[in-house]
């Protein structure tokens, strides 16, 4: 298994935990402010659910199409999250 795969892997596995963290009720709709998920990954990072698609995202493209692939991926996977996370905390 290559390197790219873990990646992936580690990714969904992330995203998925991070997910499964949430309140339930939880939407991607505007909301009214909560209370901040302070258990699972969301107890390390502010936004665990984009790191985990920015690893599966970046090692599929890795696993697709070798190195160049995944850093152009990754590189504009970060400036969209970058965008959207901004948004987040409008």
């Not at 009720?25 to 665990?48: A, D, I, N």
């Not at 070798?66 to 991926?73: D, K, N, P, Q, R």
Request: aromatic share 14%.
């Amino acid at each position: 298994m290559s390197a790219w795969w873990i990646m992936v892997a580690a990714g969904i596995a992330l995203a998925a935990w991070a997910s499964r963290s949430l309140p339930p009720g939880t939407s991607m709709k505007p909301q009214p402010p909560r209370e901040r998920v302070t258990r699972g990954p969301y107890r390390y990072l502010k936004h665990p659910m984009y790191l985990g698609n920015w690893l599966t995202i970046t090692g599929y493209f890795g696993v697709a199409g070798g190195f160049w692939h995944a850093l152009a991926a990754g590189m504009l996977m970060e400036l969209l999250m970058r965008e959207w996370a901004g948004r987040e905390e409008e």
